[in-house]
């Protein structure tokens, strides 16, 4: 057996990327025997596969010898912290996560592990400041920004990113998931999310919430499948997306005033019925934009009293643009 996952091993390091059946093929192997293999060696991170059946290939896992993960004692504070929350992907498509994932990072921007591995902890508790019961208040940020605001309150459930170490594990899932247009990382962001909006809804006493429609057109839309994995058992109100001829992404509009006209032209609340609190879920806030002309236009037709702003990831200051969602 160890004979056979060494051939495997070596199989692979030749021809690069192979599937499950040329590695049959060539060792004349019973291909059940082969995805056995396959499976243990994928576990411990020898190999890894990219794609989705039926177009599986496997490649070796040839950052295992650079990074030398088990090697490394920074402490298990720092490990903790770390394992807690950082998550990165690799160019080709890997997810890697706490200590794998921060060594990883080191050896690929060449910095020392463990002096590193201080400063990323000591930025984090920098930004976790900012945070009451796991919550971001991002109100103060909208304040500064707009003149007239219709938000009564705003939440961020994380920033996007940090000085330095760049996006958040939050803001690496919401991407991917967006991007990928990835229904099983749509749903694990939700279980990720969905406790945190559950409390926020238990404490504002929310009796409806709404999410802003998408702009671009998509086959998998990240708003309509986390609202479907959420399954939040609370009241619904509908926004429409206004079409133009030219649709115009928010997040290519880099002057203040020019998101807000789009936000004023693109969104249409459908209904009618009177709620006292609506909670107004977006993917990510740069500017604000939209879920502030959003509520002033469920106000303004009276379908609720008070709008409160929920956003997965935000800006840190000022009007910093998340082009990237």
């Known amino acids: 057996m160890r004979n056979t996952k060494k051939q495997i091993i070596d199989f692979v390091k030749n021809n690069n990327q192979v599937s499950a059946h040329k590695i049959a093929a060539n060792l004349g192997v019973s291909r059940q025997m082969i995805h056995r293999h396959l499976s243990d060696l994928v576990e411990k991170d020898i190999i890894y596969k990219i794609g989705k059946a039926p177009r599986v290939f496997y490649l070796l896992q040839t950052s295992v ?15 903790i912290d770390i394992d807690n929350n950082f998550l990165t992907i690799t160019p080709d498509g890997q997810r890697k996560e706490g200590l794998e994932g921060f060594v990883y990072w080191c050896n690929k921007q060449k910095l020392p592990i463990k002096k590193t591995a201080k400063e990323y902890v000591k930025t984090l508790e920098k930004y976790n400041h900012f945070k009451s019961e796991g919550l971001i208040d991002g ?8 003149k007239n605001v ?46 945190k909006i559950q409390k926020i809804i238990k404490d504002n006493n929310i009796d409806a919430l709404s999410f802003i429609p998408p702009t671009v057109k998509r086959e998998i839309q990240l708003m309509k499948e986390l609202e479907r994995f959420l399954d939040l058992k609370v009241n619904k109100v509908d926004l429409l997306k206004i079409k133009s001829d030219i649709m115009v ?77």
Do not use: M
Not at 250 to 261: P, S
């Open 65 to 79: 010898s650079e990074d030398n993960t088990h090697q490394v004692d920074i402490g298990d504070d720092l490990k």
């Open 139 to 146: 109100l103060l940020k909208i304040n500064n920004t707009f």
């Open 150 to 195: 219709f938000l009564d309150k705003l939440f961020y459930l994380d920033f996007y990113s940090i000085e330095r170490f760049g996006k958040t594990k939050l803001g690496q899932l919401l991407l991917y998931s967006k991007q990928s247009q990835n229904r099983e990382l749509i749903k694990e962001l939700s279980s990720v999310i969905k406790p």
């Open 249 to 325: 992404p928010q997040k290519t509009l880099n002057k203040l005033e020019d998101r807000v006209k789009n936000a004023q032209s693109t969104i249409s609340v459908s209904d009618n019925i009177k709620y006292n609190k609506i909670l107004l879920i977006d993917d990510a806030v740069g500017s604000g934009a939209t879920l502030n002309e959003t509520a002033k236009k469920i106000k303004d037709i009276g379908v609720a009293k008070k709008v409160i702003g929920l956003a997965i990831t935000g800006s840190f200051k000022g009007f910093d643009v998340i082009s990237e969602v």
